[in-house]
């Protein structure tokens, strides 16, 4: 089992930046992949970036690139996602997933994710 907290979400204005770090529970996170996901109201829940268990492999939505990174810190047992040059389209309630897999490769589909943090709601304003 694993839990997972999020933080860091508010009300910025348009090319703003924000961190969100969401941290995990229990003794077994370096074997985790990790999501970040996000959705806004009436629309389908996205990916936003995803980290393979090692960090080696790095995923993120083609609108994000170059703005958004995600990094990991296995020794804290945590996942953090900069948000930079944030725009209106960016405003959605974001969550971090996790799932215990060995790919080398983070699933990139929010159904292949067991376990799913509160979410935090990032907010920009034009």
């Known amino acids: 089992q694993v839990q997972l907290v999020e933080s860091g979400g508010g009300l910025v204005q348009a090319g703003d930046s924000l961190r969100l770090s969401c941290a995990a529970s229990?003794?077994?996170?370096?074997?985790?992949?990790m999501g970040w996901f996000r959705q806004a109201p009436g629309k389908e829940r996205e990916i936003v970036a995803a980290?393979?268990?090692?960090?080696?492999?790095?995923y993120y939505k083609d609108s994000v690139k170059g703005r958004f990174s995600i990094s990991r810190d296995n020794a804290k047992n945590t996942v953090s996602l900069q948000m930079n040059s944030l725009k209106p389209e960016d405003t959605a309630v974001y969550y971090c997933?996790?799932?215990?897999?060995?790919?080398?490769?983070?699933?990139?589909?929010?159904?292949?994710?067991?376990?799913w943090g509160q979410g935090t709601q990032v907010t920009v304003s034009s």
């Open positions: 980290i393979s268990w090692s960090g080696n492999s790095i």
């Open positions: 229990g003794r077994t996170f370096s074997r985790y992949a």
């Open positions: 997933a996790a799932r215990e897999i060995s790919s080398v490769v983070a699933p990139r589909s929010g159904n292949e994710y067991d376990y």
